[in-house]
Protein backbone atom coordinates (compact mmCIF):
# COMPACT_ATOMS: atom_id res chain seq x y z
CA UNK A 1 0.00 0.00 0.00
CA UNK A 2 1.44 3.33 -0.69
CA UNK A 3 1.92 5.80 1.90
CA UNK A 4 -1.03 8.22 1.22
CA UNK A 5 -3.60 5.48 1.54
CA UNK A 6 -2.41 4.22 4.47
CA UNK A 7 -1.69 7.26 6.63
CA UNK A 8 -6.16 8.29 5.34
CA UNK A 9 -6.47 4.30 6.95
CA UNK A 10 -3.81 3.69 9.56
CA UNK A 11 -5.58 2.40 12.95
CA UNK A 12 -9.35 3.14 11.53
CA UNK A 13 -12.40 0.92 11.49
CA UNK A 14 -15.75 1.74 10.89
CA UNK A 15 -17.03 1.53 14.59
CA UNK A 16 -18.42 -1.93 15.80
CA UNK A 17 -21.22 -0.62 17.08
CA UNK A 18 -23.02 2.22 14.82
CA UNK A 19 -20.46 1.59 11.75
CA UNK A 20 -19.34 5.28 12.17
CA UNK A 21 -16.52 5.93 9.89
CA UNK A 22 -14.03 8.25 12.36
CA UNK A 23 -13.22 6.40 15.81
CA UNK A 24 -15.73 7.86 18.63
CA UNK A 25 -13.98 9.55 21.47
CA UNK A 26 -14.98 7.08 24.52
CA UNK A 27 -15.05 9.25 27.11
CA UNK A 28 -15.15 6.99 29.86
CA UNK A 29 -12.89 6.37 32.52
CA UNK A 30 -13.94 2.19 33.40
CA UNK A 31 -16.25 -0.54 31.21
CA UNK A 32 -18.96 -2.68 32.52
CA UNK A 33 -17.83 -6.12 33.14
CA UNK A 34 -20.19 -9.06 32.80
CA UNK A 35 -18.63 -11.20 35.74
CA UNK A 36 -15.46 -10.39 37.48
CA UNK A 37 -12.47 -10.29 34.56
CA UNK A 38 -15.20 -11.18 31.95
CA UNK A 39 -14.91 -7.92 30.12
CA UNK A 40 -14.69 -6.94 26.09
CA UNK A 41 -10.80 -6.19 26.82
CA UNK A 42 -11.26 -2.64 28.08
CA UNK A 43 -11.59 -2.65 31.92
CA UNK A 44 -10.19 0.99 33.22
CA UNK A 45 -9.46 4.26 30.92
CA UNK A 46 -5.76 4.26 32.01
CA UNK A 47 -4.76 0.97 30.58
CA UNK A 48 -6.88 0.71 27.61
CA UNK A 49 -9.21 3.24 25.96
CA UNK A 50 -10.99 2.36 22.51
CA UNK A 51 -9.81 5.75 20.91
CA UNK A 52 -6.44 5.36 22.26
CA UNK A 53 -6.01 1.59 20.61
CA UNK A 54 -7.22 3.11 17.63
CA UNK A 55 -4.59 5.86 17.38
CA UNK A 56 -1.84 2.97 18.45
CA UNK A 57 -2.48 1.07 15.73
CA UNK A 58 -2.25 3.98 13.01
CA UNK A 59 1.10 5.01 15.03
CA UNK A 60 2.67 1.59 14.41
CA UNK A 61 1.44 1.70 10.64
CA UNK A 62 2.56 4.39 9.90
CA UNK A 63 6.15 3.91 11.12
CA UNK A 64 5.92 0.44 9.79
CA UNK A 65 6.04 -0.71 13.41
CA UNK A 66 4.32 -3.82 15.16
CA UNK A 67 3.17 -1.72 17.98
CA UNK A 68 2.36 1.99 18.89
CA UNK A 69 2.16 3.74 22.12
CA UNK A 70 0.23 7.45 22.82
CA UNK A 71 1.36 9.49 25.60
CA UNK A 72 0.18 13.04 26.76
CA UNK A 73 3.28 14.62 25.58
CA UNK A 74 6.76 14.15 23.86
CA UNK A 75 8.57 14.52 26.78
CA UNK A 76 6.45 12.00 28.60
CA UNK A 77 7.19 9.58 25.82
CA UNK A 78 10.92 10.03 26.53
CA UNK A 79 10.49 9.92 30.03
CA UNK A 80 8.92 6.58 29.40
CA UNK A 81 11.71 4.95 27.50
CA UNK A 82 14.71 6.79 30.42
CA UNK A 83 12.39 4.40 32.79
CA UNK A 84 13.76 0.87 31.28
CA UNK A 85 16.90 2.12 32.51
CA UNK A 86 18.58 1.42 36.15
CA UNK A 87 20.96 3.85 38.08
CA UNK A 88 24.82 2.97 36.76
CA UNK A 89 23.25 3.09 33.18
CA UNK A 90 24.25 5.17 30.78
CA UNK A 91 23.16 6.73 27.40
CA UNK A 92 25.17 8.25 24.50
CA UNK A 93 22.49 10.82 23.64
CA UNK A 94 23.02 13.65 20.09
CA UNK A 95 24.41 16.74 21.19
CA UNK A 96 22.66 18.95 19.34
CA UNK A 97 18.87 18.11 20.12
CA UNK A 98 15.73 19.06 21.55
CA UNK A 99 16.29 21.43 24.85
CA UNK A 100 13.50 19.64 26.94
CA UNK A 101 14.55 16.44 26.26
CA UNK A 102 18.80 17.44 27.52
CA UNK A 103 16.68 19.49 30.11
CA UNK A 104 14.84 16.12 31.09
CA UNK A 105 18.03 14.03 31.02
CA UNK A 106 20.27 16.43 32.99
CA UNK A 107 17.89 17.68 35.06
CA UNK A 108 16.03 14.90 36.02
CA UNK A 109 18.03 11.81 35.10
CA UNK A 110 21.16 12.77 35.93
CA UNK A 111 19.75 12.72 39.71
CA UNK A 112 18.60 8.86 39.36
CA UNK A 113 21.95 7.84 38.68
CA UNK A 114 22.02 7.18 34.91
CA UNK A 115 24.83 8.77 32.94
CA UNK A 116 24.84 10.63 29.96
CA UNK A 117 27.35 11.40 27.33
CA UNK A 118 26.80 14.11 24.55
CA UNK A 119 28.24 13.41 21.03
CA UNK A 120 28.57 15.09 17.89
CA UNK A 121 26.66 12.34 16.09
CA UNK A 122 27.36 13.93 12.14
CA UNK A 123 30.07 11.31 11.91
CA UNK A 124 28.33 7.94 13.59
CA UNK A 125 32.24 6.96 14.52
CA UNK A 126 32.15 9.39 17.21
CA UNK A 127 29.84 6.91 18.99
CA UNK A 128 31.52 3.92 19.50
CA UNK A 129 34.69 5.45 22.41
CA UNK A 130 31.58 6.12 24.53
CA UNK A 131 30.51 2.70 24.39
CA UNK A 132 31.00 0.34 27.29
CA UNK A 133 29.84 -1.96 29.58
CA UNK A 134 26.96 -0.08 30.69
CA UNK A 135 25.74 1.23 27.77
CA UNK A 136 22.18 0.59 27.28
CA UNK A 137 20.84 3.74 25.41
CA UNK A 138 21.53 5.85 22.44
CA UNK A 139 18.99 8.71 22.20
CA UNK A 140 19.26 10.46 18.15
CA UNK A 141 17.34 12.74 16.34
CA UNK A 142 17.88 13.74 13.04
CA UNK A 143 16.89 16.24 11.16
CA UNK A 144 18.66 17.97 14.43
CA UNK A 145 16.57 20.77 16.30
CA UNK A 146 17.37 23.86 15.65
CA UNK A 147 20.97 23.27 13.41
CA UNK A 148 19.48 20.76 10.35
CA UNK A 149 21.79 18.32 11.35
CA UNK A 150 21.79 14.52 9.64
CA UNK A 151 22.77 11.56 12.10
CA UNK A 152 23.10 8.54 9.53
CA UNK A 153 20.07 6.25 10.88
CA UNK A 154 21.86 2.89 9.96
CA UNK A 155 25.24 3.84 10.65
CA UNK A 156 23.98 4.14 14.36
CA UNK A 157 21.82 1.27 14.26
CA UNK A 158 24.86 -1.11 13.22
CA UNK A 159 26.66 0.27 16.75
CA UNK A 160 23.86 -0.18 18.90
CA UNK A 161 23.14 -3.64 17.08
CA UNK A 162 26.58 -4.72 17.53
CA UNK A 163 26.68 -3.67 21.29
CA UNK A 164 23.50 -4.96 22.28
CA UNK A 165 22.32 -1.25 23.07
CA UNK A 166 18.80 -0.17 22.35
CA UNK A 167 18.77 3.43 19.92
CA UNK A 168 15.44 5.47 20.19
CA UNK A 169 15.48 7.95 17.22
CA UNK A 170 13.11 10.90 17.75
CA UNK A 171 11.60 11.45 14.33
CA UNK A 172 9.63 14.72 15.26
CA UNK A 173 11.05 16.84 12.42
CA UNK A 174 11.16 13.76 9.68
CA UNK A 175 7.75 12.73 10.54
CA UNK A 176 7.35 9.00 9.06
CA UNK A 177 6.58 10.83 5.89
CA UNK A 178 9.83 11.48 5.00
CA UNK A 179 11.86 9.18 6.94
CA UNK A 180 11.07 5.72 8.91
CA UNK A 181 13.85 4.71 11.56
CA UNK A 182 12.52 1.42 12.37
CA UNK A 183 13.44 0.70 8.82
CA UNK A 184 16.82 1.73 8.94
CA UNK A 185 17.63 -0.58 12.05
CA UNK A 186 16.31 1.71 15.14
CA UNK A 187 14.52 -0.08 17.83
CA UNK A 188 12.34 2.70 19.46
CA UNK A 189 10.72 5.90 17.54
CA UNK A 190 9.65 8.46 19.25
CA UNK A 191 7.43 11.69 18.10
CA UNK A 192 5.91 14.86 19.74
CA UNK A 193 2.80 14.51 18.02
CA UNK A 194 1.86 17.81 18.90
CA UNK A 195 3.85 18.78 16.30
CA UNK A 196 3.43 17.47 12.49
CA UNK A 197 1.40 14.16 13.20
CA UNK A 198 -1.46 16.27 15.08
CA UNK A 199 -0.47 19.36 12.44
CA UNK A 200 -2.82 21.81 13.71
CA UNK A 201 -1.32 23.36 16.68
CA UNK A 202 -4.53 22.06 18.93
CA UNK A 203 -3.24 19.46 20.63
CA UNK A 204 0.09 18.50 23.26
CA UNK A 205 0.76 14.21 22.96
CA UNK A 206 3.74 11.78 22.49
CA UNK A 207 4.19 8.99 20.57
CA UNK A 208 6.42 5.68 20.78
CA UNK A 209 6.77 2.96 17.67
CA UNK A 210 8.37 -0.50 18.44
CA UNK A 211 8.86 -3.78 16.83
CA UNK A 212 9.78 -6.17 19.48
CA UNK A 213 7.40 -7.76 21.77
CA UNK A 214 9.28 -7.76 24.50
CA UNK A 215 10.14 -3.61 24.21
CA UNK A 216 6.56 -3.32 24.08
CA UNK A 217 5.57 -4.93 27.15
CA UNK A 218 8.27 -3.03 28.95
CA UNK A 219 7.34 0.39 27.60
CA UNK A 220 3.55 -0.79 27.80
CA UNK A 221 4.08 -1.59 31.93
CA UNK A 222 5.29 1.51 32.08
CA UNK A 223 2.52 3.41 30.14
CA UNK A 224 0.11 1.92 32.64
CA UNK A 225 2.09 2.16 35.84
CA UNK A 226 3.06 5.50 35.34
CA UNK A 227 -0.11 6.94 33.61
CA UNK A 228 1.43 9.60 31.26
CA UNK A 229 -1.56 8.73 28.94
CA UNK A 230 -3.34 10.88 26.18
CA UNK A 231 -7.31 11.65 27.26
CA UNK A 232 -9.56 9.85 24.09
CA UNK A 233 -10.31 13.67 22.88
CA UNK A 234 -6.73 14.30 22.37
CA UNK A 235 -6.44 10.83 20.36
CA UNK A 236 -9.41 11.70 18.16
CA UNK A 237 -7.49 15.06 17.17
CA UNK A 238 -3.77 13.25 16.03
CA UNK A 239 -6.21 10.10 14.58
CA UNK A 240 -7.94 13.44 12.11
CA UNK A 241 -4.11 15.12 11.61
CA UNK A 242 -2.94 11.81 10.89
CA UNK A 243 -5.22 11.21 7.79
CA UNK A 244 -3.96 14.45 5.94
CA UNK A 245 0.16 14.11 6.99
CA UNK A 246 1.17 13.29 3.82
CA UNK A 247 -0.60 16.33 1.77
CA UNK A 248 0.53 18.52 4.62
CA UNK A 249 4.50 17.43 4.30
CA UNK A 250 4.41 17.55 0.39
CA UNK A 251 3.23 21.39 1.05
CA UNK A 252 5.70 21.98 3.80
CA UNK A 253 8.53 20.52 1.62
CA UNK A 254 7.83 22.47 -1.40
CA UNK A 255 7.20 25.68 0.48
CA UNK A 256 10.12 24.66 2.70
CA UNK A 257 12.46 24.21 -0.37
CA UNK A 258 11.18 28.07 -2.03
CA UNK A 259 11.81 29.62 1.58
CA UNK A 260 15.28 28.26 2.03
CA UNK A 261 16.66 28.93 -1.68
CA UNK A 262 14.73 32.59 -1.12
CA UNK A 263 17.07 33.03 2.41
CA UNK A 264 20.17 31.90 0.56
CA UNK A 265 19.91 34.55 -1.95
CA UNK A 266 18.86 37.27 0.45
CA UNK A 267 21.67 40.01 1.06
CA UNK A 268 21.20 39.89 3.94
CA UNK A 269 20.70 36.70 5.24
CA UNK A 270 24.13 34.83 6.94
CA UNK A 271 24.03 30.88 6.73
CA UNK A 272 21.17 29.41 5.80
CA UNK A 273 20.73 25.79 7.86
CA UNK A 274 18.60 23.54 5.62
CA UNK A 275 19.22 19.48 5.12
CA UNK A 276 18.32 19.76 1.32
CA UNK A 277 20.81 21.91 0.38
CA UNK A 278 23.51 19.86 -1.92
CA UNK A 279 26.33 21.55 0.24
CA UNK A 280 24.73 20.43 3.28
CA UNK A 281 27.92 18.37 4.95
CA UNK A 282 25.24 15.18 5.39
CA UNK A 283 23.63 15.68 2.18
CA UNK A 284 24.19 12.66 0.75
CA UNK A 285 22.94 10.76 3.80
CA UNK A 286 19.51 13.02 4.19
CA UNK A 287 19.05 11.66 0.50
CA UNK A 288 19.39 8.34 1.50
CA UNK A 289 17.47 8.07 4.44
CA UNK A 290 14.82 10.74 3.62
CA UNK A 291 12.21 11.22 1.26
CA UNK A 292 12.13 14.86 1.06
CA UNK A 293 13.28 17.58 2.92
CA UNK A 294 10.42 19.71 5.12
CA UNK A 295 9.92 22.72 6.29
CA UNK A 296 12.29 23.12 9.22
CA UNK A 297 15.04 25.87 8.94
CA UNK A 298 17.39 27.97 10.85
CA UNK A 299 19.44 31.02 9.84
CA UNK A 300 21.38 34.09 10.53
CA UNK A 301 21.82 37.55 9.69
CA UNK A 302 24.62 39.15 7.94
CA UNK A 303 24.75 41.72 10.84
CA UNK A 304 25.01 39.07 13.24
CA UNK A 305 24.06 40.71 16.47
CA UNK A 306 20.99 39.39 18.69
CA UNK A 307 19.43 42.93 18.29
CA UNK A 308 19.03 42.50 14.73
CA UNK A 309 17.84 39.01 15.01
CA UNK A 310 14.90 40.42 17.68
CA UNK A 311 14.11 42.94 15.65
CA UNK A 312 13.64 40.31 12.52
CA UNK A 313 11.56 37.97 14.99
CA UNK A 314 9.34 40.88 15.72
CA UNK A 315 8.27 42.28 12.54
CA UNK A 316 7.06 39.25 10.72
CA UNK A 317 3.46 39.28 10.51
CA UNK A 318 2.73 36.03 8.96
CA UNK A 319 5.18 33.92 10.56
CA UNK A 320 4.29 34.01 14.48
CA UNK A 321 6.74 34.28 17.09
CA UNK A 322 5.97 31.32 19.25
CA UNK A 323 7.43 27.60 20.23
CA UNK A 324 6.26 24.98 18.63
CA UNK A 325 6.52 23.95 14.79
CA UNK A 326 4.51 21.43 12.85
CA UNK A 327 1.18 23.18 12.57
CA UNK A 328 -0.30 24.15 9.23
CA UNK A 329 0.57 28.14 10.48
CA UNK A 330 4.49 29.30 9.85
CA UNK A 331 6.40 29.54 13.27
CA UNK A 332 9.18 31.76 13.85
CA UNK A 333 11.21 31.02 16.78
CA UNK A 334 14.79 32.62 19.28
CA UNK A 335 15.63 28.99 20.00
CA UNK A 336 18.17 31.34 22.54
CA UNK A 337 15.80 32.59 24.46
CA UNK A 338 12.87 30.56 23.93
CA UNK A 339 13.13 26.44 22.43
CA UNK A 340 16.71 26.22 24.10
CA UNK A 341 16.66 28.05 26.74
CA UNK A 342 17.01 25.43 29.04
CA UNK A 343 20.68 24.37 27.37
CA UNK A 344 23.11 26.61 28.91
CA UNK A 345 24.71 29.48 27.03
CA UNK A 346 28.22 27.64 26.96
CA UNK A 347 26.64 24.00 25.89
CA UNK A 348 24.70 25.72 22.90
CA UNK A 349 27.35 28.25 21.75
CA UNK A 350 30.09 25.15 21.55
CA UNK A 351 27.60 23.59 18.89
CA UNK A 352 26.50 26.01 16.92
CA UNK A 353 23.49 27.18 18.19
CA UNK A 354 24.31 31.46 18.28
CA UNK A 355 21.86 33.76 20.42
CA UNK A 356 21.22 35.47 16.71
CA UNK A 357 19.78 32.12 15.25
CA UNK A 358 16.48 32.48 14.11
CA UNK A 359 14.40 28.97 13.50
CA UNK A 360 11.66 28.45 10.58
CA UNK A 361 8.67 25.99 11.27
CA UNK A 362 7.16 26.30 7.42
CA UNK A 363 3.18 25.95 7.23
CA UNK A 364 1.67 25.46 4.40
CA UNK A 365 0.39 28.77 2.91
CA UNK A 366 0.85 29.90 -0.18
CA UNK A 367 4.84 30.07 -0.25
CA UNK A 368 4.70 34.11 -2.25
CA UNK A 369 3.13 35.35 1.16
CA UNK A 370 5.53 33.85 3.21
CA UNK A 371 8.39 34.91 1.43
CA UNK A 372 6.65 38.36 0.71
CA UNK A 373 6.49 38.40 4.87
CA UNK A 374 10.06 37.43 5.83
CA UNK A 375 11.19 39.94 3.20
CA UNK A 376 9.59 43.23 4.48
CA UNK A 377 10.65 41.93 8.20
CA UNK A 378 14.47 41.44 6.79
CA UNK A 379 14.04 44.76 5.70
C1 LIG B 1 8.42 19.39 20.89
C2 LIG B 1 9.45 18.35 20.80
C3 LIG B 1 9.59 17.38 21.81
C4 LIG B 1 8.76 17.38 23.07
O1 LIG B 1 7.41 17.10 22.80
P1 LIG B 1 6.18 17.72 23.63
O2 LIG B 1 5.01 17.18 22.89
O3 LIG B 1 6.31 19.20 23.59
O4 LIG B 1 6.28 17.19 25.03
C5 LIG B 1 10.56 16.41 21.63
N1 LIG B 1 11.36 16.40 20.53
C6 LIG B 1 11.25 17.31 19.56
C7 LIG B 1 12.15 17.23 18.36
C8 LIG B 1 10.31 18.32 19.65
O5 LIG B 1 10.23 19.24 18.69
Redesign the pocket.
Known amino acids: MKIGTKFIHAGVEPDPSTGAIMTPIYQTSTYVQEAPAQHKGYEYARSQNPTRTALEKAYAEIENGKFGLAFS ?4 A ?1 DTVMKLLQPGDEVIAAND ?2 G ?2 YRQFSKIWEKFGIKFHYVNMGDANNISQYVNSNTKLIWT ?1 TPT ?1 PLMNIVDIAAVAAIAKKHNIILCV ?1 N ?2 ATPYLQNPLDLGADIVMH ?4 YLGGHSDV ?3 ALMMNDVDLREKLYFIQKSCGAVPGPMDCFLVLRGIKTLHIRMQRHSENGEKIANHLRKHPKVGKVYWCGFEDHPNYDIAKKQMRGFGGMMSFTLKDDSVDEAKRVLSSTKLFALAE ?2 GGVESLINHPASMTHASIPREERIKNGLTDSLIRLSVGIEDADDLIEDLNQAIG
Request: no cysteine.
Open positions: SGVATMYGTENDTFSATKIQGSL
